[in-house]
């Protein structure tokens, strides 16, 4: 029998904030959004007294956290990123078939374990992660991946683990589930689905006028429909069925300057173009944008886009740059206050699977340069060299007064025990 697991951190970014600062357990904690602006991560504590409104605006709640003593974080992503591939190195050792669904999910698949206690596998699996990062992790099992979503719910308000292997425990599940907590069912889809008196898990499974699904929530529902029915329809994707990559930031100040935007593009093209090679990957275009602040009201407003195709893959951070300030050249207006900016590698494939092509003219990449200097970032802390690019005031920075150290990745960030 095939099992599908799906492992999910409790309030990741909280908690990998709660890893290295342990006398924060047992206290409300929040994390902010790029420039400190919006709430974006809460751990239980931090919801039992008010708190939990996703991207509810850091102003609006400050009294609260006043009042309360809320320990508060920016985002602290370089963490999050390096915390992330440590669980997800760890559940490669429980499972050859793994899909990174998000930085804090992962789906797992069981093939053969038949004989197995898959409950006590479960709690192995959530003591390791414990045990090796200080993560608590929820994990739950059933027969298909949208079954394993709801055992998943279902662990995190009991032990941590949670196992659905027959339809009479499947069903008991399904029964107190709300229909528009299911994984991929949206609150447009959920409205449709309460206009024909379904609001739980287990009346949507149950639904037999599969036309009206079919019509109503399109190839995607009725697929759903069967997971719920222990069918599975969804399997687990390989890392090279990834499609793009990216990076994007608003700024932390206002930027008004073609030598500004052209340094934060310089930026997130290395950060792109790092990601790239360390999923051993290549990219075929590069798409980059600009765009001013659209909440301003009375300013006036522009967004454009670009993008530029390689004739063979890379994954080399200055031919990315260069395309990107490319871009740049075509779509910059001046006269603008821009906000945001960002860059997407696109059409990916594993850099094994490369062709070159004999009539390309353009440099090739410089795969020794950069791995010397992934190596020596990876050393040393992340930037320890980039391009001058990238600048280096850097005035456009995203704001993060409440950023934590960079414990993992930085040796003059590390933690000190005194």
């Given at each position: 029998m095939k099992l599908f697991g799906l492992v999910d951190c409790n309030s990741f970014y909280c908690s990998c904030e709660r890893v290295f600062r342990p006398e924060l357990r047992g206290r409300?904690?929040?994390?902010?959004?790029?420039?400190?602006?919006?709430?974006?991560?809460?751990?239980?504590?931090?919801?039992?007294?008010?708190?939990?409104?996703?991207?509810?605006?850091?102003?609006?709640?400050?009294?609260?956290?006043?009042?309360?003593?809320?320990?508060?974080?920016?985002?602290?992503?370089?963490?999050?990123?390096?915390?992330?591939?440590?669980?997800?190195?760890?559940?490669?050792?429980?499972?050859?078939?793994?899909?990174?669904?998000?930085?804090?999910?992962a789906f797992l698949e069981f093939d053969g374990f038949d004989d197995w206690d898959l409950e006590e596998y479960g709690k192995k699996i959530r003591s390791e992660i414990l045990h090796q990062t200080g993560l608590p992790v929820g994990i739950g099992l059933s027969l298909t991946k949208v079954l394993s979503k709801v055992a998943n719910k279902i662990a995190k308000k009991r032990t941590g683990v949670f196992v659905m292997k027959n339809e009479v425990e499947i069903d008991q599940a399904l029964r107190s589930f709300p229909v528009e907590d299911i994984w991929g069912i949206g609150r447009a889809s959920a409205t449709k689905l309460h206009m024909l008196g379904i609001k739980t898990a287990y009346e949507f499974k149950v639904y037999r006028d599969e036309k009206m699904i079919q019509r109503l929530l399109t190839k995607t529902g009725r697929e759903i429909q069967e997971e719920l029915r222990g069918v599975s329809c969804l399997s687990v994707e390989a890392p090279q069925d990834k499609k793009n990559t990216g990076a994007s930031r608003s700024f932390g100040a206002s930027v008004y300057t073609k030598k500004e935007l052209a340094e934060a593009l310089a930026e997130f093209s290395s950060l792109a173009a790092e990601k790239l090679r360390r999923q051993k990957s290549v990219c075929f275009s590069l798409s980059a944008f600009i765009q001013t602040n659209f909440f301003k009201d009375g300013n006036p407003q522009y967004y454009n886009s670009g993008s530029f195709n390689f004739a063979t893959g890379t994954s080399d951070t200055l031919r990315l740059i260069k395309a990107a300030h490319q871009i740049l050249d075509q779509i910059y207006r001046p006269g603008f206050e821009y906000k945001k900016a960002g860059v997407l590698l696109n059409h990916l494939i594993p850099q094994n699977q490369n062709q070159l092509d004999l009539f390309d003219e353009h440099e090739g990449d410089r795969e020794d340069l950069n791995q010397v200097i992934d190596l020596i970032n990876k050393k040393f802390g992340a930037r320890t060299i980039q391009s001058a690019a990238c600048g280096i005031g850097q005035n456009w920075k995203t704001v993060a007064n409440y950023r934590s150290a960079k414990y993992t990745t930085s040796w003059d960030e590390i933690l000190r025990i005194k």
């Amino acid at each position: 029998m095939k099992l599908f697991g799906l492992v999910d951190c409790n309030s990741f970014y909280c908690s990998c904030e709660r890893v290295f600062r342990p006398e924060l357990r047992g206290r409300p904690v929040i994390v902010l959004s790029n420039n400190d602006g919006c709430a974006i991560a809460f751990t239980k504590e931090a919801k039992e007294i008010g708190l939990g409104l996703m991207c509810e605006p850091y102003f609006k709640i400050q009294d609260k956290i006043k009042k309360h003593n809320v320990a508060v974080f920016s985002s602290n992503y370089t963490l999050y990123d390096n915390m992330s591939r440590r669980v997800m190195s760890i559940l490669r050792d429980f499972t050859p078939r793994l899909e990174i669904y998000s930085v804090d999910e992962a789906f797992l698949e069981f093939d053969g374990f038949d004989d197995w206690d898959l409950e006590e596998y479960g709690k192995k699996i959530r003591s390791e992660i414990l045990h090796q990062t200080g993560l608590p992790v929820g994990i739950g099992l059933s027969l298909t991946k949208v079954l394993s979503k709801v055992a998943n719910k279902i662990a995190k308000k009991r032990t941590g683990v949670f196992v659905m292997k027959n339809e009479v425990e499947i069903d008991q599940a399904l029964r107190s589930f709300p229909v528009e907590d299911i994984w991929g069912i949206g609150r447009a889809s959920a409205t449709k689905l309460h206009m024909l008196g379904i609001k739980t898990a287990y009346e949507f499974k149950v639904y037999r006028d599969e036309k009206m699904i079919q019509r109503l929530l399109t190839k995607t529902g009725r697929e759903i429909q069967e997971e719920l029915r222990g069918v599975s329809c969804l399997s687990v994707e390989a890392p090279q069925d990834k499609k793009n990559t990216g990076a994007s930031r608003s700024f932390g100040a206002s930027v008004y300057t073609k030598k500004e935007l052209a340094e934060a593009l310089a930026e997130f093209s290395s950060l792109a173009a790092e990601k790239l090679r360390r999923q051993k990957s290549v990219c075929f275009s590069l798409s980059a944008f600009i765009q001013t602040n659209f909440f301003k009201d009375g300013n006036p407003q522009y967004y454009n886009s670009g993008s530029f195709n390689f004739a063979t893959g890379t994954s080399d951070t200055l031919r990315l740059i260069k395309a990107a300030h490319q871009i740049l050249d075509q779509i910059y207006r001046p006269g603008f206050e821009y906000k945001k900016a960002g860059v997407l590698l696109n059409h990916l494939i594993p850099q094994n699977q490369n062709q070159l092509d004999l009539f390309d003219e353009h440099e090739g990449d410089r795969e020794d340069l950069n791995q010397v200097i992934d190596l020596i970032n990876k050393k040393f802390g992340a930037r320890t060299i980039q391009s001058a690019a990238c600048g280096i005031g850097q005035n456009w920075k995203t704001v993060a007064n409440y950023r934590s150290a960079k414990y993992t990745t930085s040796w003059d960030e590390i933690l000190r025990i005194k």
